[in-house]
């Protein structure tokens, strides 16, 4: 049934959906509204699950952790500060194979104190081992939810949902809500292949020598990998149940373009109507919407972006001293290509600033009418800053 | 390199802008604010006690100001700090959270310290009136009235029967609970306010009748002294006397006989402290009580005393007859058993056929007191009487008026209530000289302490206590996440072998270290103690401090209503109303 | 595609007047995007939510700057904030007012409707005396401006969201939609 709902409440729907047993949480805005409605349908009785209040997001992961491990399905969600607080137990999270699902709501990293979007905060966390999901709209975000239980869980890595601060969190839209029944036979209970068992006991997390440790981690990166095919298999089966799908990049008029956007979060649903009206103009251009950033789709971005000749990556995010991180991560996916397009950065939308029509058709001049990029980052709409003292 | 050609300046989150830029007061719909209420042991005071206020005073050393605080309300801090009954106590707020505030021990003290270092009140009084007072009976409802309408500036001429000051606390409680110099203290407070006691003076009808004349109005309190009648067979006997002259000769510096066995009866302060006393004069005393010891309306601790320093008590036991047998005497007892309940106590009546007799050497009566002339008594439905809720007002068509008070007409017979009574009289004349008869009952609901009974004369007199709230605080709107258990200060007393073998004071000082450490434990309720929570938790910065920092009143250009202050007052001093839109 | 601004304070629904909004008109057949103002949330203070309505997929992913109609829940904003700000011509702009504002001035070249939503709301004992709830109210009036959505559409997106005193709450909508004034062009 389609219903008119909030961001932040897509995601705890496909929580409810998916009959998680174990939510911990630490409040922080943009991400409250998610957990309120979920400690609410808990207290309701609409949910069978132990939510754990904590006194903080360290000790949330931390929670989450210990209640995986025993093989039931967590779900968390954090934002900005919270997450970076969480950082350590992301690692750890990864690294003991626990697929706990997290939604991730982007919000600016302080000072200045900001409450807004920015996907610095879940970018800095692309090293920790957690598969993460950009999404660009409510139904995609209850989708993705619901598909990060199975990959998750089928892979043995935790998945991060992202969703941009209030133009997805507090926004609210037509959105699509499965039945339980449905949902149900699209994702069946949790079947652990490990757990914490009193009747079999073992150790968590022990000293691993140089001899293990490296296969280890070679073996979470095979996971990894294997998460885009098992990635592909799942929209498979949600497409053919629900008839939506997303795949881990999105190309959009791509195949004539000569300049292609390559968008994250809500900026792909505004960059749409941009492409109407370029296209309206006669102007060959398409979006390359990046939904997967880790594990990262180099091999569809590679065969989608062949022949085109100019692609402009617009960054909500900085990495400082380089440029914005997914251009950068665009650039290594094409530079192995014999003959790959220029790569032109944009950052845009710092902080909560709208990226809006016109912004992205300046982006759009800018990148058609240069030859080659003058910086690697050319950061749009920064007014002039007077009277510093 | 030069440095200063540094093309890229600091532009970084810094600001020099103040949150006053932003007038957050136009948000506001709540509107918190200062709003003083009324603690629960003040309204449980028959004086009205300022105590909440008493508290934080000698809370923060300032024991000469929370002296004279009392002594607004009560001229008798020495006194009651020994002998009140402490109501206050009962009510306390602070026994929700662990035990009450030992407000009767802090009274003591402060009074203790006040003859101690020789202070001097300060206290307001207003200028001189044109009427003069007589009062007759110079004991606490007689002081009382005269120091009261002294402080309002009237001219009060006390007359007393006896030889001395006090009326039944100089001849009725025995010294080992009440010292002479306590009690002395006290009266010549009275005395230096301004008014003339005259003892050795009784007024008899003619006298009276002189006063009349002279005066404007006349108190009259001179208590009850005379003691009621068992109306049983033997009652004349020379071995049947009343427990209340047996006291007054102890207090007259005689010894009374008390060899052997002293039966007292009665179950009230005077039966006990003829107990008491008896045993300290060598005798054994044996207490008989005609309903259970849970009933007496004597204090519980001095009960306890008595019993503990050999007192013995039989319980459920009424005279019935009294015979001479030799040189003793014996007493028949009616058994009594218990037919219900009368307000908390039990409704006793005679066990039929079941009588037991003692053999005793004297019987003391202590079953109460009556007037010692009907002519003391007011006069019943009277034009021109005015039943007030502790004297009696008489208006005749000529001549002064006549207020009746103290035992007179108080049901509750304590000193406190007779300081009641006094300050009633005082307010109730007042207010006759000034505004006019039609205006003494407004007059004295507008000066109750919370929904009342009890008056004050700092609200009377136009203190800062006017401006606080009637509303009670009760244990619920005390934020008592500040106050931890803190034990209750123990009155130090002598052993009770100590205690037995004088009539030395019992109740023994506590230090001034001690008295500060109990005073904190007040919750102060309704009271501002200057905390500054309100400040400190403010989101917006609009708690201000007075210019003399003693007080602090709200920005309201900035106030946007969240009501932190309010819910952070520990002590409920403020309020949070719908703003008036 | 059409855009509506809400302003009123902290506590008084404001969020929830565009969201039931929003309701009603996905009840009625459209696209809808609802959002309040990003920013802190503070009782008392200034608030603004906004309203995307259109007949395709709403891509627009933006704050909204130059709505085509504007509603006021609190004439006391009108002292201290530009309800007009980015208005567009001839837009609507109802206003939660006992009478006819007395200064027109800042109202010259668009549409104006009033209604006493303090008084209806009061009427069907939504909030108290200085505290009324008024967005349910608003709401009513506002679909009578704009002669949309219908008023079957609001009573069912009130249901959905409201659950205690849902009755109230339609009967508010439904006095407003009969009491609201509509003065039309202003100057």
Redesign the interface.
């Known amino acids: 049934m389609k219903r008119v709902l909030e961001g932040s409440h897509a995601v705890a729907e496909a929580v409810r959906l998916a009959k998680v047993q174990v939510i911990s949480a630490y409040p922080i805005t943009p991400q409250t509204h998610i957990v309120e409605i979920l400690s609410e349908y808990c207290t309701k009785g609409m949910m069978k699950a132990k939510f754990l209040r904590v006194e903080s997001e360290h000790s949330c992961m931390a929670a989450l952790i210990g209640a995986q491990s025993t093989g039931v399905r967590t779900f968390t969600a954090t934002s900005g500060q919270g997450l970076a607080l969480m950082h350590e137990l992301l690692h750890w999270a990864a690294g003991a194979r626990l697929p706990i699902v997290m939604a991730e709501v982007n919000r600016a990293l ?4 900001n409450i807004w979007v920015d996907q610095t905060d879940s970018l800095a966390q692309r090293d920790t081992g957690w598969i993460q999901m950009y999404c660009e709209d409510g139904q995609e975000v209850l989708d993705s939810t619901l598909q990060a239980f199975r990959l998750a869980e089928v892979v043995n890595l935790p998945v991060m949902i992202v969703l941009d601060a209030f133009y997805l969190s507090h926004t609210y839209e037509p959105v699509e809500v499965p039945s339980q029944e449905e949902v149900d036979q699209f994702l069946p209970p949790f079947e652990p292949k490990f757990r914490l068992d009193t009747a079999h006991p073992c150790g968590f997390g022990p000293l691993v020598a140089p001899g293990d440790y490296m296969e280890m981690r070679y073996h979470i990166a095979m996971a990894m990998e294997e998460a885009l095919d098992r990635f592909d298999e799942i929209e498979a089966a949600f497409a053919a149940q629900f008839n939506r799908r997303y795949g881990p990049v999105e190309a959009i008029d791509c195949e004539d373009a000569d300049i292609v956007f390559i968008t994250t979060g809500t900026v792909t649903s505004t960059c749409r109507l941009v492409l109407q009206d370029l296209r309206a103009k006669g102007e060959k251009v398409g979006i390359l919407k990046l939904k997967l950033l880790r594990p990262f789709p180099t091999e569809q971005i590679r065969e989608k972006l062949r022949s085109v000749k100019k692609v402009a990556v617009v960054d909500r995010n900085f990495s400082f001293g380089a440029s914005g991180i997914f251009a950068q991560e665009v650039r290594a996916a094409l530079c192995n290509m014999p003959v790959h397009p220029t790569v032109f950065g944009f950052v845009a939308g710092i902080g909560g600033r709208d990226v809006t029509p016109e912004l992205l058709e300046m982006i759009y001049w800018q990148t058609k009418t240069s030859d080659v990029p003058q910086k690697e980052s050319v950061w749009m709409g920064l007014r002039e ?1 007077k009277n ?2 | 390199m030069n440095e200063a050609k540094n093309p890229n ?5 810094i600001t020099y802008l103040t949150t006053e830029s932003n007038k ?1 007061g ?4 709540l509107h918190p604010q200062y709003d003083e209420k009324t603690s629960p042991c003040s309204v449980a005071c028959p004086a009205g006690e300022d105590i909440a206020r008493i508290e934080m005073l000698a809370s923060q050393g300032l024991f000469k100001e929370a002296w004279e605080t009392i002594l607004r309300e009560n001229p008798f801090p020495s006194v009651c700090g020994r002998v009140c009954f402490h109501p206050c106590e009962g009510q306390c707020n602070r026994r929700e959270l662990d035990m009450a505030v030992a407000i009767h021990s802090l009274e003591r003290f402060l009074a203790d310290t006040a003859i101690r270092y020789g202070i001097k009140p300060v206290l307001e009084k207003r200028p001189s009136q044109k009427q003069r007072i007589a009062v007759i009976g110079a004991g606490p409802a007689g002081l009382s009235a005269a120091w009261f309408l002294s402080m309002l500036g009237y001219a009060c001429h006390v007359f007393e029967a006896s030889a001395e000051a006090g009326g039944v606390l100089r001849w009725g409680i025995p010294l080992y609970r009440l010292p002479l110099n306590a009690l002395l203290h006290d009266i010549q407070q009275v005395e230096a306010q301004g008014v003339t006691i005259y003892t050795g003076k009784p007024v008899s009808p003619d006298v009276l009748e002189i006063m009349k004349k002279d005066y404007d109005a006349v108190f009259i309190g001179c208590g009850h002294g005379r003691g009621m009648s068992m109306n049983v067979p033997g009652e004349d006997l020379k071995e049947v006397s009343e427990g209340l002259d047996f006291l007054r000769k102890l207090r007259e510096g005689e010894t009374p006989p008390c060899q052997g066995v002293s039966a007292i009866i009665g179950g009230g302060n005077t039966a006990i402290d003829v107990a008491r006393s008896v045993v300290r004069l060598g005798g054994k005393a044996l207490l008989l009580y005609r309903r259970r010891r849970q009933d007496m309306p004597a204090l519980e601790l001095e009960v306890e005393m008595a019993l503990e320093e050999g007192v013995k008590l039989q319980e459920l036991v009424a005279p019935a007859a009294v015979a001479r047998d030799e040189d003793q005497v014996v007493l028949t007892l009616q058994e009594m058993k218990i037919a219900g309940d009368e307000g908390g106590r039990a409704r006793v009546a005679p066990d039929e056929g079941k009588t037991r007799k003692v053999r005793i050497d004297r019987i003391f009566k202590a079953i109460g007191a009556q007037a010692d002339e009907p002519r003391h008594q007011p006069p019943a439905g009277d034009e021109g009487l005015l039943s007030l809720s502790h004297t009696v007002l008489v208006r005749g068509n000529q001549g002064p008026v006549m207020v009746f008070g103290g035992d007179l007409t108080n049901e509750t017979k304590s000193v406190v209530h007779a300081v009641a009574s006094g300050k009633e009289a005082a307010m109730a004349l007042d207010t006759l000289f000034r505004e006019g008869f039609e205006a003494i009952v407004p007059k004295l609901e507008a000066c109750r302490v919370g929904e009342g009974p009890s008056l004050s004369m700092e609200i009377y007199m136009g203190g800062q206590r006017r401006l606080r709230n009637p509303h009670v605080v009760r244990y619920e709107e005390i934020n008592t996440d500040y106050f931890g258990f803190i034990p209750r200060v123990i009155q130090p007393r002598l052993l009770k072998e100590e205690r037995v073998q004088s009539f030395e004071e019992i109740d023994l000082k506590i230090s001034a270290n001690l008295a500060m450490k109990e005073s904190e434990r007040c919750f102060n309720c309704g009271l501002c103690n200057q905390c500054d929570n309100c400040f400190i938790y403010c989101p917006d910065t609009s708690v201000m401090r007075d210019k003399d920092h003693q007080g602090r009143h709200i920005n309201y250009d900035y106030c ?3 009501g932190l202050c309010v819910v952070e007052c520990p002590r409920n001093a403020m309020s949070l109303r ?4 | 595609m059409i855009e509506i601004r809400f302003h009123g ?3 008084q629904g404001t969020v929830v007047a565009t969201i039931l909004l929003a309701k009603a008109f996905f009840q009625a057949g459209y696209q809808v995007q609802s959002f309040p103002f990003f920013g802190v949330e ?5 608030v603004e939510a906004y309203v995307r309505l259109d007949k395709n997929k709403i891509l627009l992913r933006t704050n909204v700057t130059a709505p085509n109609h504007v509603a006021v829940q609190d004439q ?1 904003l009108l002292n ?1 904030i530009n309800v007009t700000r980015g208005l567009k011509p001839d837009g609507w702009i109802l206003i939660n007012s006992p009478s006819t504002p007395a200064n027109l001035k800042p109202f010259a070249g668009f549409q104006l409707a009033h209604v006493d939503a303090n008084r209806i709301a009061l009427n069907h004992k939504l909030g ?4 009324p709830i008024v967005n349910t109210t608003m709401i009513g009036a506002f679909a009578r401006m704009l002669e949309m959505p219908s008023m079957e559409a609001i009573a069912a997106a009130i249901r959905e969201d409201i659950q205690v005193e849902a009755q109230r709450n339609i009967e508010a909508a439904h006095e407003a939609f009969e009491a609201v004034c509509l003065m039309g062009r202003i100057g």
């Open positions: 302080a000072p200045g104190w800053v510093v003292d | 300046p600091l532009f970084m989150p957050t136009s948000w506001r719909f946007k209503g969240c719908e703003e008036e839109s | 304070r902290g506590g503070r009782r008392g203070a200034p006391t201290s108290t005396r200085t505290h």
